[in-house]
């Protein structure tokens, strides 16, 4: 591994742990020319997921976009980042081991309700909300009576 201060490629592994569930190996290094410490992440290369959008295109899985979408649901909430890569680390498990290559956009949506609904019910309507593509406020409402209804 190239040191990212030097350039030299002589390092010593220092610490190894493992992150996201297994999936990854965390390495700490020092580089045995300049002494600097770095960080590295080691995981399986799986085959890409497509994404099949609601208009037919279709993109790359994109698990920061995931988080990004969460993470808007979940602004101003009492919730964690840790519970918001919990979260999103489910989800791409779950996809990974459920489709081999394409996934319609509805089943993440899906997915990320279903757990938002557990996880913090105001979270839930507002991803619902644009997931859902509210027009007016009934929409909202009944979306809202629907939860209670649950309860």
Do not use: W
Request: net charge positive; glycine share 6%.
């Amino acid at each position: 591994m190239r040191c990212p201060k030097c350039g030299q490629q002589e390092d010593k592994v220092i610490d190894s742990r493992s992150v996201r569930n297994g999936d990854v190996i965390r390495r700490r290094r020092v580089c045995l020319g300049c002494s600097h410490r770095f960080t590295t992440y080691e995981e399986v290369i799986k085959a890409h997921l497509r994404v099949i959008k609601r208009d037919g295109r279709h993109e790359d899985f994109d698990r920061r976009k995931l988080v990004n979408g969460v993470t808007r649901a979940c602004e101003k909430r009492p919730i964690s980042t840790q519970q918001i890569e919990t979260l999103v680390d489910g989800i791409a498990g779950e996809l990974e081991s459920e489709y081999e290559r394409e996934v319609p956009s509805t089943v993440i949506g899906k997915k990320v309700m279903d757990r938002l609904e557990k996880l913090d019910e105001v979270a839930y309507v507002r991803f619902a909300s644009v997931y859902r593509r509210f027009r007016d406020v009934n929409q909202f409402l009944s979306e809202v009576e629907g939860l209670i209804g649950r309860q």
